[in-house]
Nanobody, 121 residues
Framework: VRLVESGGGLVQPGGSLRLSCAAS???????MKWIRQSPGKGPEWVST????????YYADSVDNRFTVSRNNAGKILYLQMNSLKPEDTAVYYC????????????????WGQGTQVTVSS
């Protein structure tokens, strides 16, 4: 199982970034999630997308600013982040689903290696 995130970087407040997560080594048509972790804080659930991409869910803190999507043929998960705020600064991880809850954080062994997003002027 391999999940490789990319697309992070430094962006000014109000800016945008698109994160990608390339998956391999497992059947990609499963529920997937985005998780983030800020320095000194525990991991936070960000978003969940159903196996077919029809159903999406967001944490209140990112709703109406972030959009999750997926390309099952290419085995890629995306997170479009708009109107970024300093409090969005974190390492962002994609993750396979663990259990059945939409808004829980899976164990870290289900995550990729992460990509750093820094929102600062």
């Amino acid at each position: 199982v391999r999940l490789v995130e990319s697309g992070g970087g430094l962006v000014q407040p109000g800016g945008s970034l698109r994160l990608s997560c390339a998956a391999s080594g497992f059947p990609f048509t499963v529920v997937m999630k985005w998780i983030r972790q800020s320095p000194g804080k525990g991991p936070e659930w960000v978003s969940t997308i159903s196996a077919d991409g029809r159903y999406v869910y967001y944490a209140d803190s990112v709703d109406n600013r972030f959009t999750v999507s997926r390309n099952n043929a290419g085995k890629i998960l995306y997170l479009q982040m708009n109107s970024l705020k300093p409090e969005d600064t974190a390492v962002y991880y994609c993750s396979r689903q663990y259990g059945s809850s939409v808004d829980t954080v899976p164990p870290s062994q289900y995550w990729g290696q992460g990509t750093q997003v820094t929102v600062s002027s």
